[in-house]
T-cell receptor
Framework: GENVEQHPSTLSVQEGDSAVIKCTYS??????FPWYKQELGKGPQLIID?????GEKKDQRIAVTLNKTAKHFSLHITETQPEDSAVYFC????????FGTGTRLTIIP | DAGVIQSPRHEVTEMGQEVTLRCKPI?????LFWYRQTMMRGLELLIY????????DSGMPEDRFSAKMPNASFSTLKIQPSEPRDSAVYFC?????????????FGPGTRLTVT
């Protein structure tokens, strides 16, 4: 089955700087890669996603890149703000979603 | 649209008791997913339904777990008998509209504690 690895497990960034979280996947047939943000006591919230026929997608301060050859994808958050502090999960889907282990992002004011 | 609704939000029960978790998915969808989240194992898919029919239950830990979806607006996840190792947060997820199963929107979760 699919295996998704996510790095780093924790990340601290100064407010205003950029944050990058990286994931790799094992199943070359996976075709959909979402990113979720989870705040304390809440369910994961879909923040951005990318399909396998696209290399990059951007939504305001958030962008995701996909390298199908290398089987890795990344989340980029620019101009970070305190409200970006949360746990972020990547996932890969062939028939069902397989999640990474999460990255706890802390924005330092 | 109110999004995915789960109840109860918190459940504390004693080992051996039956526990029933409830989910009301986003209306008009055709898929529903149940996940479990723990520190040790992260987010795991337990089971998912398409048009009220269970499609893949390979993630259900053992026979103590069962799930039903009697109609498009309601699903239950039952644990009988419950054990301390079942303590976790259980999420239900559904797509925003039919035909977009890959976009999963999660409910707020039920935090289950089995003592």
């Amino acid at each position: 089955g699919e295996n998704v690895e996510q790095h780093p497990s924790t990340l601290s960034v100064q407010e205003g700087d950029s944050a990058v979280i990286k994931c790799t996947y094992s199943d070359s047939a996976s075709n959909y890669f979402p990113w979720y943000k989870q705040e304390l006591g809440k369910g994961p919230q879909l923040i951005i996603d990318i399909r396998s026929n696209v290399g990059e997608k951007k939504d305001q301060r958030i962008a995701v890149t996909l390298n199908k050859t290398a089987k890795h994808f990344s989340l980029h958050i620019t101009e970070t703000q305190p409200e970006d502090s949360a746990v972020y999960f990547c996932a890969a889907r062939r028939e069902k979603l397989t999640f990474g282990t999460g990255t706890r992002l802390t924005i330092i004011p | 649209d109110a999004g995915v609704i789960q109840s109860p939000r918190h459940e504390v029960t004693e080992m051996g008791q039956e526990v029933t978790l409830r989910c009301k998915p986003i209306s008009g969808h055709d898929y529903l997913f149940w996940y479990r989240q723990t520190m040790m194992r992260g987010l795991e898919l337990l089971i998912y339904f398409n048009n009220n029919v269970p499609i893949d239950d390979s993630g259900m830990p053992e026979d103590r777990f069962s799930a039903k979806m009697p109609n498009a607006s309601f699903s239950t996840l039952k644990i009988q008998p419950s054990e301390p190792r079942d303590s976790a947060v259980y999420f239900c997820a559904s797509p925003p509209k039919a035909g977009r199963a890959y976009e999963q929107y999660f409910g707020p979760g039920t935090r289950l504690t089995v003592t």
